[in-house]
């Protein structure tokens, strides 16, 4: 008997009340018969299975991890750019976890943290030579097979990292309250609970070269996480019937986010401390306030989305992501999509192209101090209005290591910039014998389409970027682009000093990509000499005339280059 009819039988016995204890084990004997007897038909079930692969997908959109210490790391990086640092080559040990209580993948914390540090000033670069034999992972076994046979060479790095989370006291402190009420027809129960762990990282910072610990270069932090929780039963009785209620509510603060800080903050210390440089201004930042992230979630909760949007679009705005007048921008343009894209990808975000909260929030992070009273406080706008604020001072530039006014929330958009450096072993070098390579490096204010052009001495101007190895123009923001690319196995060209005289690099950004707009000269293949230019000056005015002043932004790196100087043999040969 199918399941329908058994169930059409069951539903018409129920009105009639015919439901006899003879019907009763007929149909009991019907069901089973059915359900072991014969099989379910999967077809059956195929519009039901059909939603599976749509069920199984998160629902909220994936983000970026950003701690406390994210801010600091870039304050880091550009300090360490301003230092002139040359690229140091450093590596680290299995961090391990003796208390067995927190597994985390800490020692690719510590490599992420050090390449948030290495985005814009190149200083380190991680090398990873551990090779574990037991391990059956590519990589690995094919660095064992080319080690053993002489086919690779591992760079040594100067520096390596070494540490452990040396602890965690779990439940330091606790609290809970029960209470409970009990009568002839209702119980009642109330509870709540509170409780704290310690969880503490021990790291060092060791000369690879004679594998010893550098005194001094060492950090001990601890961090507190909690749990809590609260919850409530009520139980009574309605005439015969029982009835059962209960709710609760918890938080769990988990160890990962905890250790990410933990090791950022080392790793911040360690690398400031090696480095000589002031390194506690980026641990002063008002991001690193603990309550920072739960503040900006308040203020994006008391607004409604249409402030929210027009307050981000103002942040864009004097950011030069949009035009000035963008905010009557509709929220589905696609123009505010990429503005948000692009913002996105220069803050180092998920890119979605909607304003969400953690848009929200890195829009706005910049234009919040904190007050006399300790407390963090809104610079220049409000939460239920998009419409600017008096504000009694600017915040600090938190993007670098020194206190710097920047323009207040809903200020005009600062120009786009092209920090352009020679990035030899001396840096800022201003003279190059003839045949000596040069290194440049270019970084962008936002991200933006760059192409860069050589003049040398002999009057011959090519294009360097982009090339065929090279053919995307695009660049992010605060992400330094090499020229050449000296740790690339495939950098596309080298550049040398050629002959003694003047030589130079000109870099030219736009929003778009503009190639098709200038003549058809500088639309030829890269590397190559072009035809009737010699001079970087005149690049930029094919530039301006195609462009327009406000269209492009551009900026040259010059350098002298000097015969070469005889070998010390051939000097005393005369």
Same mark, same amino acid.
């Given at each position: 008997?199918?399941?329908?009819?058994?169930?059409?039988?069951?539903?018409?016995?129920?009105?009639?009340?015919?439901?006899?204890?003879?019907?009763?084990?007929?149909?009991?004997?019907?069901?089973?018969?059915?359900?072991?007897?014969?099989?379910?038909?999967?077809?059956?079930?195929?519009?039901?299975?059909?939603?599976?692969?749509?069920?199984?997908?998160?629902?909220?959109?994936?983000?970026?991890?950003?701690?406390?210490?994210?801010?600091?790391?870039?304050?880091?990086?550009?300090?360490?750019?301003?230092?002139?640092?040359?690229?140091?080559?450093?590596?680290?040990?299995?961090?391990?976890?003796?208390?067995?209580?927190?597994?985390?993948?800490?020692?690719?914390?510590?490599?992420?943290?050090?390449?948030?540090?290495?985005?814009?000033?190149?200083?380190?670069?991680?090398?990873?030579?551990?090779?574990?034999?037991?391990?059956?992972?590519?990589?690995?076994?094919?660095?064992?097979?080319?080690?053993?046979?002489?086919?690779?060479?591992?760079?040594?790095?100067?520096?390596?990292?070494?540490?452990?989370?040396?602890?965690?006291?779990?439940?330091?402190?606790?609290?809970?309250?029960?209470?409970?009420?009990?009568?002839?027809?209702?119980?009642?129960?109330?509870?709540?609970?509170?409780?704290?762990?310690?969880?503490?990282?021990?790291?060092?910072?060791?000369?690879?070269?004679?594998?010893?610990?550098?005194?001094?270069?060492?950090?001990?932090?601890?961090?507190?996480?909690? $749990?809590?929780?609260?919850? %409530?039963?009520?139980?009574?009785?309605? +005439? @015969?019937? /029982?009835?059962?209620?209960? *709710? #609760?509510?918890?938080?769990?603060?988990?160890?990962?986010?905890?250790?990410?800080?933990?090791?950022?903050?080392?790793?911040?210390?360690?690398?400031?401390?090696?480095?000589?440089?002031?390194?506690?201004?980026?641990?002063?930042?008002?991001?690193?306030?603990?309550?920072?992230?739960?503040?900006?979630?308040?203020?994006?909760?008391?607004?409604?989305?249409?402030?929210?949007?027009?307050?981000?679009?103002?942040?864009?705005?004097?950011?030069?992501?949009?035009?000035?007048?963008?905010?009557?921008?509709?929220?589905?343009?696609?123009?505010?999509?990429?503005?948000?894209?692009?913002?996105?990808?220069?803050?180092?975000?998920?890119?979605?192209?909607?304003?969400?909260?953690? $848009?929200?929030?890195?829009? %706005?992070?910049?234009?919040?101090?904190? +007050? @006399?009273? /300790?407390?963090?406080?809104? *610079? #220049?706008?409000?939460?239920?209005?998009?419409?600017?604020?008096?504000?009694?001072?600017?915040?600090?530039?938190?993007?670098?290591?020194?206190?710097?006014?920047?323009?207040?929330?809903?200020?005009?958009?600062?120009?786009?910039?092209?920090?352009?450096?020679?990035?030899?072993?001396?840096?800022?070098?201003?003279?190059?014998?003839?045949?000596?390579?040069?290194?440049?490096?270019?970084?962008?204010?936002?991200?933006?389409?760059?192409?860069?052009?050589?003049?040398?001495?002999?009057?011959?101007?090519?294009?360097?970027?982009?090339?065929?190895?090279?053919?995307?123009?695009?660049?992010?923001?605060?992400?330094?682009?090499?020229?050449?690319?000296?740790?690339?196995?495939?950098?596309?060209?080298?550049?040398?000093?050629?002959?003694?005289?003047?030589?130079?690099?000109?870099?030219?950004?736009?929003?778009?990509?503009?190639?098709?707009?200038?003549?058809?000269?500088?639309?030829?293949?890269?590397?190559?000499?072009?035809?009737?230019?010699?001079?970087?000056?005149?690049?930029?005015?094919?530039?301006?005339?195609?462009?327009?002043?406000?269209?492009?932004?551009?900026?040259?790196?010059?350098?002298?280059?000097?015969?070469?100087?005889?070998?010390?043999?051939?000097?005393?040969?005369?």
């Amino acid at each position: 008997m199918p399941s329908t009819t058994i169930a059409g039988a069951v539903a018409r016995l129920l009105k009639l009340g015919r439901f006899r204890s003879g019907t009763l084990l007929a149909l009991a004997g019907a069901v089973w018969v059915t359900g072991c007897s014969t099989p379910m038909d999967a077809r059956n079930d195929a519009a039901f299975q059909n939603q599976a692969s749509i069920s199984d997908r998160p629902v909220v959109r994936p983000t970026r991890s950003i701690s406390s210490f994210s801010d600091s790391l870039q304050c880091m990086d550009v300090m360490l750019r301003d230092a002139q640092l040359p690229t140091t080559l450093i590596t680290s040990k299995q961090i391990p976890d003796y208390s067995s209580r927190v597994s985390v993948a800490t020692k690719d914390m510590v490599i992420t943290a050090i390449s948030q540090m290495s985005r814009l000033s190149n200083a380190f670069r991680f090398v990873d030579y551990e090779v574990d034999i037991a391990r059956q992972d590519t990589v690995q076994n094919l660095t064992t097979i080319l080690l053993n046979n002489n086919q690779m060479q591992l760079q040594r790095p100067a520096l390596y990292l070494s540490g452990a989370i040396a602890f965690v006291d779990q439940n330091v402190i606790n609290n809970r309250f029960d209470a409970g009420l009990s009568g002839p027809r209702i119980d009642l129960g109330y509870s709540k609970n509170r409780n704290a762990t310690i969880i503490g990282l021990e790291m060092h910072l060791g000369d690879f070269r004679t594998r010893t610990l550098i005194p001094g270069l060492d950090s001990a932090n601890e961090v507190i996480v909690g $749990t809590g929780g609260q919850g %409530l039963d009520l139980a009574g009785r309605i +005439g @015969t019937y /029982g009835v059962q209620f209960n *709710v #609760g509510r918890d938080y769990t603060q988990g160890a990962g986010s905890a250790v990410r800080t933990l090791v950022e903050l080392a790793t911040i210390e360690l690398i400031g401390k090696w480095a000589r440089i002031p390194y506690w201004q980026c641990l002063t930042l008002e991001q690193t306030h603990p309550d920072f992230q739960r503040q900006l979630r308040d203020w994006y909760d008391e607004g409604d989305s249409v402030v929210q949007h027009q307050l981000v679009k103002r942040s864009l705005i004097s950011r030069g992501y949009l035009s000035a007048g963008a905010e009557q921008l509709p929220d589905n343009s696609p123009m505010l999509r990429l503005a948000v894209a692009r913002f996105q990808t220069d803050q180092g975000m998920v890119v979605s192209g909607v304003i969400d909260f953690t $848009t929200y929030e890195r829009a %706005l992070r910049n234009f919040v101090t904190l +007050g @006399t009273d /300790g407390k963090l406080a809104r *610079v #220049g706008w409000a939460t239920t209005s998009a419409t600017p604020v008096a504000a009694a001072a600017p915040p600090d530039d938190t993007t670098s290591g020194t206190p710097a006014t920047r323009l207040a929330y809903g200020a005009a958009a600062p120009a786009r910039t092209i920090d352009m450096q020679i990035e030899n072993i001396m840096l800022e070098r201003t003279a190059f014998e003839v045949g000596e390579q040069i290194f440049l490096s270019a970084t962008l204010s936002r991200t933006s389409y760059l192409s860069c052009y050589l003049a040398d001495a002999r009057g011959t101007v090519i294009r360097l970027l982009p090339n065929s190895a090279n053919p995307s123009g695009w660049v992010s923001a605060n992400q330094a682009v090499r020229i050449p690319d000296w740790m690339s196995p495939n950098p596309g060209f080298i550049m040398d000093a050629a002959a003694p005289g003047t030589e130079g690099v000109a870099c030219f950004a736009t929003d778009e990509d503009r190639q098709a707009q200038l003549p058809e000269a500088l639309r030829g293949p890269a590397l190559k000499p072009i035809t009737g230019y010699n001079r970087l000056e005149q690049i930029n005015q094919v530039f301006a005339q195609a462009l327009g002043a406000d269209g492009y932004t551009g900026n040259a790196k010059y350098w002298q280059v000097v015969p070469r100087r005889p070998a010390p043999a051939q000097q005393a040969s005369k």
